[in-house]
């Protein structure tokens, strides 16, 4: 790049300053016109001769001559006034006097009948040795006596330019320091033919030979310029983009792996909480790691890689950087679509490359994450990759044939979609050992806080197994983010620390979605809202087999215009025929209690719809909870779809079992429907009682519920929350749409909860 550019830059120089080898001396046009009008400018001369050369482009033009030096004054100059006068007409030669006066001058009128304006010695001077006078600077032009002036008359256009001239009479030529006078020297002068070319042959008429020139270095440069300049950006381009997908053009072909060092920042076990049973099972990789001869001298080698699986959020690659952490060992890291290039054959190049460093480094561990972007399932066309992809997969199952564990190079690769690798990945030789990383339980949720929470500064006495125990399905990376929102909280409270109130609320938040308090809703939906919520909250309360209120609000939340909050009391991992009975029921609530307070429907069960639907096809097609179609599965679970795989699956039962499949998810429905619809009616005034509370307070415990339905009232009522203002853009806009208006941005279900959607 550099030497194109270095080319380029000579061709430029021979081009544009290549002259016939004398010094010559750059003058600009306004010099050149005083030195010609002081007579220096030789043009009598056949050996010196004055050239105008014009080229190709007849847009400018270059003046070559030679100048003689201006003659100076001695150290006793004689000098010679004179008067003069300079006889012209103003119409013929306006533009001349002009040009050669300005616009300085003053002009004098004077009487017709005087015969001549300067009396005594007067020369008379041409215009043209008026000019000369002052570019030799002879001429004064602001003398008291006798200034520089044009006179003229009212009755003709007659004119005399009158004034004084100092001469002196002895200049010398100027001499070199050796004594000797110097010579003329030649000069060069860069035109405009445009601007200056008229007045220019005005000048010099034929005195000046025309010469025409074509510079054939310099057509050829303005050629071929645009096509090098081209060539060069495109160069530069492509140079740019094969660094950035390899590293430079000479290892395109390189791993993009990280060798991250654990100088800084190192991670070990004691930073991992809440997957012991993964924690143990990887231990023997770190004693591996820490000494190979323990496992070597028995004849046992350990796995050649291990494939994490778990869901997102759950501590994959957090585990992997301990596992390097604890045996002190490099660790690369690298995701599965750095492999994939557009390029081919590029991504089995870097896996070459991967494992020779390994090798280089050894013992170390290699991290793939996301190894699902490389490692999916071959021979499917759609949705299943191309060859680069699968050029790449062939390259890692063989380099992960082709090294021995005694090196002590280990692969760790993570996905949270085992479902879509290729089998010949899995088989035992490869990944011999997959490690299935669960969502911590309440023991695990407790230890997995406690490594957050030491970022932040906690009050005394919060009790994290409380929060531990409210938080059921929730992943690591949910829990930190719920720690990180509970130290937001308390700053803008103005805390000194987290306290107890503030985790409860992150959680919420994190759960269910911010409180929307600034969504302006009107009276009529805001009493619809709380009927509604009345209705799931009443059954949830008086209904056995369901899990226990958390609280229930009618201050939107997420997509939900209100919301009533469930939270288990411990971590659930099965699902009884009783349980999903009694939340069937609870979920047909919001629809039957808003009928109590008018006449008409409104799409505010939508999501309690979508819940009650989806449980109900569960109770039939999966969990065997139907006596009519019995302990028989039907479909193939709500597990994650591989279109390229799944698209041409064929149902696996007959149109009559369909239709029998969605009569028992009806009648699962209805019966639950009408079960609602009876509890409701026999406790209608504790529900009137509930919407009403909600109304004034917006937001109700299990506590406050409890006792509005067994005395009637609340005994300790919270405290009526102060309503936010308004903000000022909601002021200048129309009211709020209606819940039929917004059905079409509803998001989903949340879990734990089931309201009036947005």
């Known amino acids: 790049m550099l030497a194109l550019f270095a080319v380029a830059s000579v061709i430029l120089g021979v081009a544009f300053f290549t002259n016939s080898g004398k010094a010559v001396s750059p003058m600009t046009y306004s010099q050149f016109r005083k030195a010609w009008d002081q007579g220096r400018v030789v043009t009598n001369d056949p050996k010196r001769p004055l050239k105008v050369i014009t080229s190709d482009t007849a847009y400018d033009a270059t003046i070559v001559g030679f100048a003689e030096p201006r003659l100076v004054e001695p150290q006793d100059p004689q000098r010679v006034s004179k008067d003069f006068r300079v006889i012209v007409n103003l119409d013929l030669q306006g533009d001349a006097i002009r040009d050669i006066l300005g616009d300085s001058v003053r002009m004098q009128q004077i009487a017709a009948t005087t015969e001549t304006p300067l009396e005594g010695d007067v020369e008379t001077l041409s215009l043209a040795e008026l000019r000369k006078a002052l570019a030799l600077e002879q001429v004064k032009t602001s003398d008291p006596i006798n200034p520089l002036r044009i006179l003229t008359t009212s009755a003709n256009r007659d004119a005399v330019i009158v004034g004084t001239r100092e001469i002196v009479t002895n200049l010398v030529a100027p001499k070199d320091t050796t004594g000797k006078a110097l010579e003329a020297a ?47 950006i495109l160069f530069f381009l492509f140079r740019q983009q094969m660094k950035s997908a390899g590293r430079g053009a000479m290892s395109f072909g390189k791993s993009k792996a990280r060798l991250l060092t654990m100088d800084r920042n190192k991670v070990t076990f004691k930073d991992v909480a809440g997957i012991q049973e993964a924690k143990e099972e990887l231990f023997e990789i770190v ?88 490692g999916r399932h071959r021979g499917h066309g759609m949705g299943g990759g191309h060859d680069e992809r699968e050029q790449t997969l062939n390259q890692l199952l063989v380099e992960m044939d082709g090294f021995d564990t005694q090196e002590g190079v280990i692969i760790i690769a993570a996905t949270n979609r085992p479902d879509v690798l290729d089998p010949a990945l899995l088989r035992p030789g490869r990944f011999d050992r997959q490690v299935t990383i669960n969502l911590p339980d309440v023991n695990g949720r407790e230890e997995i806080l406690r490594v957050h929470v030491k970022k932040i500064k906690l009050a005394a006495g919060v009790d994290l197994s409380k929060i531990a125990r409210g938080t059921p399905g929730f992943s690591g990376a949910e829990l930190a983010n719920l720690v990180n929102e509970s130290a937001l909280l308390a700053a803008r409270r103005g805390l000194s620390a987290v306290t107890l109130d503030e985790m409860e609320e992150a959680r919420d938040k994190v759960r269910w979605g911010r409180e929307r308090r600034s969504l302006a809703m009107s009276d009529k939906e805001k009493t619809g809202t709380a009927w509604h919520e009345a209705g799931h909250a009443y059954l949830n309360m008086v209904l056995p087999d369901t899990n226990p209120l958390h609280k229930v609000t009618i201050i939107p939340r997420g997509p939900y215009l209100g919301a009533t909050m469930y939270l288990p009391e411990g971590d659930k991992y099965s699902t009884q025929k009783k349980e999903a009975l009694a939340n069937l029921i609870v979920t047909m609530g919001g629809r039957i209690a808003e009928s109590f307070h008018s006449d008409d429907v409104s799409n505010g069960a939508s999501g309690d719809i979508r819940q009650a639907t989806s449980l109900a096809r569960h109770m039939v097609c999966e969990w065997g909870m139907s006596d009519q179609l019995g ?64 109304l004034e307070f917006e937001t109700l415990d299990a506590g406050h519920l409890r006792d509005i339905i067994d005395f009637g009232e609340m005994k300790n009522p919270p405290t009526a929350p102060k309503p936010p203002p308004v903000p000022e853009e909601l002021k200048k806009k129309p009211a709020a749409k209606s819940s039929t208006e917004d059905s079409h941005e509803d998001d989903g279900p949340i879990p734990g909860a089931v309201g009036a959607t947005a």
């Open 186 to 232: 030649p000069f060069k002068v860069e035109v405009s033919t445009v601007i200056q070319g008229e007045e220019l042959r005005e000048l010099v008429k034929d005195k000046a030979v025309y010469e025409r020139t074509t510079d054939y270095l310099k057509n050829a440069l303005f050629t071929f310029l645009p096509f090098l300049l081209i060539i060069a």
């Open 287 to 374: 004693d591996f790691l820490r000494d190979p001869r323990k496992f070597q001298k028995l004849g046992g080698s350990i796995p050649k890689g291990v494939l994490m699986v778990g869901a997102p959020g759950t501590g994959k690659t957090l585990l992997a950087r301990a596992i390097a952490g604890e045996a002190d060992v490099p660790f690369f890291s690298i995701s599965g679509s750095d492999f994939v290039e557009m390029f081919v054959g590029v991504g089995a190049s870097r896996v070459r490359d991967m494992f020779e460093q390994g090798k280089k480094h050894a013992p170390c561990l290699i991290f793939i994450d996301e190894i699902d972007a490389v």
């Open 631 to 694: 302990m028989v599965e039907y479909g193939e679970g709500d597990s994650p779809v591989f279109l390229a795989r799944d698209m041409t699956k064929s149902r696996n039962y007959s149109e009559e079992t369909a239709r029998v499949i969605d009569s028992e998810i009806k009648r699962f429905i209805d019966d639950a429907y009408a079960t609602a619809e009876r509890v409701l009616n026999e406790g209608r005034d504790k529900v009137e009682l509930i919407a009403k509370a909600l």
